[in-house]
């Protein structure tokens, strides 16, 4: 990137012009005995090789968890908890921390009882066993899963107070998988006459029997039938042994434990696509079948969950932004609640369709700041304040909330999720 | 595959498989509809050829020429339509195509050849045929024409003796929800509202959904239990808590399409496109975007809902805020101004809003007054039966009729409110709300007026029954 304000030349301008103030700072009082005396560590030997045979992070890092906000829901059966954004770097979500959400619990389908089935309007019904799949051309790609509920809770207002909470409905992996077009092939869409008007209706073999209509031209694009997810297996709680991942589509549509696909000649209407997953608008219609998730980005550190520990001086603001439309562009960060901007540089340009890191390189000197951040994506779309998605859709909505947050950093280092004039 | 019985299109003989995964073969689909207008056109010259010379010989002819000549018309007629189509559908094929090739960032790690199924369009003969039984097992779902249905049927009244024994520990004697659960009916036209209650019968639009929820995924725990019958009598008793079916109503593939929800055209096909999106593209402001700093207006800590690190302490969070607010019990009442995130069974998303908004209606307070005390109690115990029941100003009938003056009207006498027998039986014998009966009532619905469709199963204590007379009172009779 090559903004004036965030370049590595800048930077270490600044650094050499208050390099003898800097010294003086950083004198100790006295030597160090993590240095000066022999640690245990340094003495002991550690654990041998096959300690952990799938290893889990170091106890140290025991809170960068998943978690629940109880309240939500009837049950936990039926619910969802919230990816620990505040405390990763990079884009890649580990499985192990990447949010989940069932409608009837998280089931173990083992892989030699897995069957997949197409049916409908195709030429030739069929029956995929899990080696069958294995057997079709793969790919990789990488692309965020973004429930279409995330940042509902914020519609009427500033609410829970941490980024895994108001944003941690989402995750970004690496999955391995066949094209939806290549079964859909294997099938035969004859049957289907013109497929303008077609729908390919996706089902999983959970009690929830959640169940999704596709419309055929985006089923014939990038929908994957995945089992790989970050090189691994999938998790029971991500849909094992296979999902199917709908890039820059609602979470809702990325079936898990897919069992089913038909091409139907019309929408199946089912209670996700009506009754749920519809935006109440405050003249009292409701959009349906709004499945892009549109530009959105939030900073996760400095965040409620993320305060500044380190004092004044060098500070590092890091988000993350994504959009359902392709490649994010650019993001810009705000420091007095939308009043000016400066263009934050981005970790590497993002993929299509999948989280892309953000970071602003900066000084804080201990000043009350308003944080924001603003995605724009390649299509020229800029993320909205909540005002503005508010103006159009009221506060009736429950999905699709991509309005800009602003995060209060008070002169202690705290921040505060808070709404800004 | 019974939802599809006519998918034997013209347009399938000429490949339509391959054409969505192939330009050059879709291109080839065209001209091989081309090929067959030509056959056609050679076929209807040596025709006309052969009538000709016969022509002289019988007048008939002549009739059946014009008769073949019609119908090769229309069938070229049909073949260029669909070639055309093809032709659109390749030209849309070619143009994603290119956005894909377009799309792939030149030195990026993306594959350079694409899978060969893509390519080719050729099956690798994988898996195997799937059996009619097989497909019977799994295909059940039902779209909105009603395709999909299966044989059999299920009336109101037998609806509700299985809503009770298997929906109603969740959903409520009369579909009014418990706890967090969904609430299945009543919310009439609160879609506007600031807390719009989204219920089969003021938000669903299709019944083919109900149905197809119903059979598939419930009772919660105990998904696709439920015999075609009893999914058939549980949504008429569903229809019926909702005031769509009159309690005589029988549901089944005969029935089904005389039933409308009312919410039908209360849907749009997202618009964001056009609504939003050019507002939302313009260059964006670096510098003095407001016309005045930024000051806040809302804080998350005010609202206090957020979890612990170690979770435990928002319940204990919650009822410190619900406590402030006027002793609300989280997650037996709903709270005004709150949206329910979740029900077990039937996986909902719904978020809960700001709770700071919260707050009780409070009692007017003036010389002829009902004791305060009393009135406060009975409006929270009246809670029970808001969702049915409206009173005060606006008051309407919605699952309940209103109940504006109701001491002292005649039992079952509110006009434009369909009765049940039960009640128009007590109508016609002159009976009326007293304190009297009005407290047999509460406290025992059922037995006091046998035939109700008022399922609530009373109020137990003497108390809250004294109470909401109070609070029933104050609004006329």
Redesign the interface.
């Known amino acids: 990137m090559s903004n004036k304000t965030t370049t590595r030349r800048g930077i270490l301008r600044g650094a050499l012009a208050g390099s003898a103030a800097a010294i003086a700072g950083r004198a100790a009082a006295n030597p160090d005995p993590l240095i000066t005396e022999t640690q245990d560590w340094a003495i002991y030997t550690g654990d041998p090789v096959d300690a952990t045979p799938y290893g889990l992070p170091i106890r140290f890092e025991a809170?960068v968890i998943r978690?629940?906000?109880?309240?939500?829901?009837?049950?936990p059966?039926?619910?969802?908890n919230f990816t620990p954004i505040h405390a990763l770097d990079g884009t890649i979500t580990p499985q192990g921390c990447a949010f989940e959400r069932?409608?009837?619990g998280a089931i173990e389908l083992a892989k030699e009882n897995y069957r997949l089935?197409?049916?409908?309007?195709v030429?030739?019904?069929?029956?995929?066993?899990y080696e069958?799949l294995e057997?079709?051309?793969?790919?990789n790609h990488v692309y965020f899963c973004e429930?279409?509920?995330n940042t509902?809770?914020e519609?009427?207002?500033?609410?829970?107070?941490?980024v895994q909470?108001t944003h941690g409905m989402i995750h970004n992996m690496e999955y391995t998988g066949?094209?939806l077009?290549?079964l859909l092939?294997?099938a035969?869409?004859?049957?289907?006459?013109?497929?303008?008007d077609k729908w390919v209706?996706v089902?999983g073999a959970d009690?929830?029997?959640?169940?999704r209509s596709i419309p055929m031209e985006k089923a014939?694009?990038d929908v994957l039938v995945a089992f790989k997810a970050n090189g691994e297996a999938l998790r029971k709680e991500h849909g094992y042994p296979v999902r199917l991942v709908v890039p820059g589509w609602e979470g809702?549509l990325w079936v898990k434990w897919l069992?089913?696909i038909?091409v139907?000649?019309?929408?199946?209407?089912?209670?996700?696509e009506?009754?749920?997953?519809?935006d109440?608008l405050?003249?009292?219609?409701?959009?349906?079948?709004?499945?892009?998730m549109?530009a959105k980005s939030v900073i996760t550190s400095p965040s409620?969950q993320q305060p500044i520990t380190h004092g004044t001086g060098p500070l590092v603001i890091t988000g993350l932004a994504w959009s359902g439309h392709?490649q994010i562009t650019r993001v810009?960060v705000s420091k007095?609640?939308?009043?000016?901007?400066?263009t934050a540089r981005l970790g590497r340009q993002g993929d299509?369709k999948a989280l892309t890191r953000f970071y602003l390189d900066t000084e804080w000197n201990g000043e009350p700041w308003?944080l924001q951040a603003?995605a724009?994506d390649e299509?020229?779309?800029?993320?909205?304040t909540k005002d503005?998605l508010r103006d159009?859709r009221g506060?009736?909505s429950?999905?699709h909330n991509n309005g800009i947050q602003t995060w209060?950093l008070a002169a202690d280092g705290r921040a505060?999720?808070?709404?800004?004039? | 595959m019974s939802k599809f019985p006519n998918s034997s299109l013209a347009i399938s003989a000429a490949g339509g498989t391959a054409l969505l995964l192939g330009v050059a073969y879709g291109v080839s689909t065209n001209g091989y509809g081309e090929d067959r207008i030509a056959t056609l056109q050679t076929s209807l010259d040596e025709a006309r050829a052969a009538f000709t010379a016969q022509s002289a010989e019988t007048g008939d002819l002549e009739a059946a020429l014009g008769d073949l000549k019609a119908a090769t018309v229309a069938q070229m007629a049909e073949l260029r339509a669909a070639a055309a189509q093809q032709a659109e559908s390749a030209e849309r094929q070619i143009a994603a195509l290119q956005a894909q090739l377009q799309s792939v960032p030149s030195g990026a790690a993306q594959p350079t050849a694409e899978p060969m199924t893509a390519e080719s369009g050729q099956p690798l003969n994988l898996g195997r045929a799937a059996l009619p039984e097989e497909i019977a097992a799994w295909d059940v779902d039902v779209l909105p024409d009603g395709r999909g249905l299966p044989g059999g049927s299920g009336d109101v009244l037998t609806g509700e003796e299985v809503f009770t024994e298997k929906c109603a520990s969740c959903h409520g004697d009369f579909a009014e929800g418990r706890d967090n659960w969904p609430v299945l009916a009543g919310g009439f036209d609160t879609l506007a509202d600031e807390d719009p209650v989204k219920t089969v019968g003021s938000y669903w639009p299709y019944l083919s959904t109900v149905w197809d929820y119903v059979h598939r995924s419930m009772p919660f725990g105990n998904a696709g239990t439920l015999s075609d019958d009893e999914v058939y009598a549980i949504t008429a008793y569903i229809l019926f808590s909702n005031d769509v079916v009159d309690e005589d109503f029988t549901l089944s593939q005969a029935t089904f399409s005389n039933v409308t929800l009312g919410n039908v055209d209360g849907f749009v096909v997202d618009d964001r496109d056009e609504v939003e999106y050019a507002q939302w593209h313009a260059e964006p402001c670096m510098a003095n975007c407001k016309a005045t700093a930024a000051t806040i207006t809302r804080k998350s800590t005010d609202v206090g809902v957020t979890p612990a690190d170690d979770g435990s302490m928002a319940e204990s969070f919650m009822e410190q805020q619900l406590a402030a607010l006027g002793g609300v019990e989280w997650g037996k009442e709903r709270v005004a101004g709150s949206v329910h995130m979740g029900e077990g069974g039937v996986a909902e998303d719904e978020p809960v809003a700001q709770v700071a908004n919260a707050e009780a209606p409070v009692a007017i307070k003036d010389a002829d007054a009902p004791d305060p005390a009393l009135m406060a109690a009975g409006e929270k115990a009246f809670r029970r039966c808001k969702s049915c029941h409206s009173v005060g100003e606006g008051a309407r009938n919605k699952t309940g009729p209103h109940l504006n003056g109701v001491l002292g009207r005649t039992i079952g006498g509110l006009d434009g409110f369909r009765y049940s027998n039960a009640f128009q039986s007590a109508a016609d014998a002159g009976q009326v709300w007293d304190n009297e009966s009005l407290a047999a009532f509460l406290a025992n619905p059922k037995a006091y007026l046998q035939g109700t469709k008022m399922s609530f199963a009373g109020l137990k204590s003497e108390a809250d029954i004294e109470a909401v007379t109070e609070y029933l009172r104050s609004f006329g009779g």
């Not at chain 1, 089935?117 to 309007?121: K, Q, R, S």
């Not at chain 1, 405050?282 to 892009?292: C, I, L, Q, Y």
């Not at chain 1, 299509?379 to 909205?384: E, K, N, R, S």
């Open positions: 809170d978690r629940n906000v109880p309240w939500l829901t009837a049950d059966i039926s619910s969802i069932h409608h009837s089935m197409i049916n409908g309007l030429d030739q019904p069929l029956v995929f066993t069958d057997r079709f051309p793969r790919e429930c279409a509920a509902g809770m519609w009427a207002g500033a609410q829970l107070n941490g909470f066949i094209p077009r290549a092939n294997e035969g869409l004859g049957a289907a006459g013109d497929l303008a209706y089902e009690a929830s029997s959640n169940g014939l694009d809702n069992r089913r038909e139907t000649d019309m929408a199946v209407e089912s209670r996700e009506t009754s749920k997953y519809t109440v405050a003249d009292g219609t409701a959009r349906k079948w709004t499945w892009v549109d409620p392709g810009d007095d609640g939308g009043m000016s901007w400066e299509s308003l603003r724009i299509t020229g779309y800029v993320q909205p503005q159009v506060e009736n429950v999905y209060a505060e999720n808070v709404e800004v004039s």
